[in-house]
């Protein structure tokens, strides 16, 4: 590994009033603002006119993931609430086998009150499902590594139909405001589809048919992958060396299908969002892997990308990105993989040298985060001047927020 220089957390910070944070979505997504930046010059639009900034032959990857409502409210005997958020399936640990486990699955959870939950005590909720009455049960099955266990007894019902019935959505911190009926569809993409996120990839809600349609259109071909974006995406950087952040690791899936389209149409690659360039960074560093491996690693290898990997090769021993793409096609298919699963905790800072996307669409990001970091990282010292335009037009922050079009190379 090379020796990194820190990272100030504080050189990433600027005001952000409260009132600039949207807490509703506009009416129509596509209605909202769209800066793009291009060689350092920055022109404003309004996101339903993207196509105009795309060319017939670019691909767009979109993160698919759909939001589940991963906030339980439990009660103790005594009435006391303890509040799970789910994060992390521990068994089955596939998000996708998890999310159609029966009768029983384990998750790693967010735990609210967790020091009034005994050991040993089990929780219990009463449900009716379709005319169905069933119960679902928590047991705290490590208070260390905030392991749960549920389980309930009709056994027909998947985990995911449970879920739909006893949960809630789990909104940002930050909207200080709990789940409206409205919110359970404004709050995902229209393509949504893969169950298993606990935020929203919310570059993805400016979309619409109509956009999409447009793009086609042109001519502008589409791809989907899927990252289940984890609570960890909310989790503030508290360290000064911004480089000793807890990373989170995050769940995800592409298909061969895929993997041929971003071969096809490399390097005209698009991003939606921080989860799907993050997804493709990370299946370069893969193909890496099996570069170092001389393309030879089981069908059962379990593809895990630690926070700095990428840092810690010399630029000259590494594949160009369609070997690397291509090495990971070959083992999905050496393998009969129809999807690869795998696991990423990549962290992009400034000096990551991005290897598969020219242009990403995202919204602002709160100050002093992993995503004000990768902004940076992907056009340098003018995410402050992207920033400071967005504040001086009115732009709307975070989430519900205005969307940006970022085009690193010109």
């Known amino acids: 590994m090379h020796e990194l220089s820190p ?22 997504r596509d209605a909202s603002k769209l800066l793009v930046y291009q060689a350092g010059d920055i022109t404003h639009t309004q996101f339903a006119r993207i196509e105009d900034w795309l060319s017939a032959g670019d691909l767009v990857v979109f993160n698919d993931t759909r939001v589940i409502p991963a906030r339980l409210f439990m009660y103790r005997a005594t009435g006391a609430r303890i509040e799970l958020l789910l994060l992390n399936p521990v068994s089955p640990k596939e998000v996708h086998k998890a999310m159609v486990a029966k009768a029983y699955c384990s998750w790693e959870c967010m735990i609210g ?21 069933t119960h679902l049960h928590a047991a705290l099955i490590d208070r260390e590594r905030q392991w749960v266990e549920l389980s309930w007894d009709q056994p027909e019902l998947t985990f995911a139909e449970l879920i739909r019935a006893a949960g809630a959505l789990p909104l940002p911190p930050y909207l200080k405001r709990e789940a409206r009926e409205e ?22 809600l400016h979309f619409t048919p109509e956009v999409l349609q447009a793009l086609e259109k042109k001519g502008v071909a589409k791809d989907f992958v899927t990252l289940h974006v984890s609570a960890g995406t909310f989790q503030p950087v508290k360290e000064e060396n911004a480089l000793d952040h807890d990373m ?39 193909g890496v892997e099996l570069h170092e491996a001389g393309g030879e690693l089981s069908a059962s290898h379990a593809f895990r990308l630690a926070k700095l ?37 990549i962290f992009i800072f400034p000096g990551y040298d991005f290897k598969m996307c020219q242009n990403l669409i995202t919204n602002y990001h709160m100050p002093e ?11 340098g010292e003018d995410w402050r001047k992207v920033y400071e335009e967005a504040m001086d037009n009115d732009y709307r922050f975070l989430s519900y927020g205005d969307s940006s079009l970022l085009m690193a190379n010109g």
């Open 248 to 286: 989170h690791a995050e769940q995800l899936s592409i298909t061969q299908v895929a993997i041929k389209q971003l071969l096809e149409h490399f390097p005209k690659i698009t991003a939606v969002g921080t989860t799907s360039l993050r997804l493709l960074e990370s299946l370069y560093w893969f």
């Open 113 to 133: 009150n967790k020091k009034k939950w005994k050991d040993g005590e089990t929780l219990t909720m009463s449900l009716v499902i379709d005319g169905v009455h």
């Open 183 to 204: 919110d359970y569809w404004q709050y995902q993409t229209v393509y949504a589809e893969h169950e298993g996120a606990v935020a929203a990839p919310t570059a993805g």
């Open 7 to 28: 990272i100030s957390l504080s050189d990433y910070h600027y005001d952000l009033p409260h009132d600039r944070i949207a807490s509703e979505p506009l009416e129509r």
């Open 309 to 345: 990997a990428p840092y810690s090769f010399e630029p000259q021993d590494l594949p160009d990105p369609q070997t690397a793409l291509q090495l990971v096609l070959d083992h999905m298919q050496r393998h009969e993989l129809e999807q690869l699963v795998a696991e990423t905790s």
């Open 369 to 379: 985060t992993t995503l004000i970091l990768l902004v940076a990282a992907f056009i």
